[in-house]
């Protein structure tokens, strides 16, 4: 006759599995071993690793949301003074045309629009160049754990 399932005996527990610093705290106290203390750098170093990308994901992302921020200000300001200056432009030729041919005054202001223009993106140029995406302060913390690697102090 076959046994139910509520009949059965519970199945023998596995050993409990216990970490590294907990297999210490129950040992009596013992020098760790080589595979500890290599097992113990590993997880140190891997642990380290993650924060550095985090830090490098972080500042990137924060000077990334910065430029684009500023680029999509630069557009909508761009948008609205490109009406603006056409509609400005074609009042300056209609007066000028009543002092000389509509065709000299088109000609002066498309002239003076166009130093204007390349005077704002010779200046959009030099601020879009002071957009830092390299990560500073990741660069600086891993300089230190290459120093502290080389020269630890414990």
Same mark, same amino acid.
């Given at each position: ?68 921020? &500023?680029?999509?200000? +630069?557009?909508?300001? !761009?948008? @609205? ?5 056409? %509609?400005?432009?074609?009042?300056? =030729? ?21 130093? &204007?223009?390349?005077? +704002?993106?010779?200046? !959009?140029? @030099? ?5 830092? %995406?390299?990560?500073?302060?990741? =660069? ?15």
């Amino acid at each position: 006759m076959a046994i139910s399932a509520h009949e059965r005996p519970p199945a023998p527990s596995a050993p409990p599995r216990w970490t590294t610093a907990e297999r210490r705290a129950t040992e009596p106290r013992t020098e760790p071993s080589i595979g500890d203390l290599v097992g113990e750098i590993g997880a140190d170093l891997s642990h380290l690793v993650r924060d550095e990308i985090e830090l490098a994901k972080a500042e990137i992302k924060q000077e990334s949301a910065k430029a684009g921020k &500023a680029a999509g200000m +630069l557009g909508g300001a !761009g948008y @609205a003074g490109h009406l603006a200056l056409l %509609l400005g432009s074609l009042t300056i =030729v209609f007066a000028l045309a009543h002092a000389m041919d509509i065709a000299w005054a088109a000609l002066i202001v498309t002239g003076v629009w166009a130093v &204007a223009g390349a005077v +704002l993106y010779v200046n !959009g140029r @030099a601020q879009l160049r002071t957009v830092n %995406l390299k990560p500073e302060q990741t =660069v600086e913390t891993v300089k230190e754990d290459v120093r502290w690697a080389r020269h630890p102090i414990s």
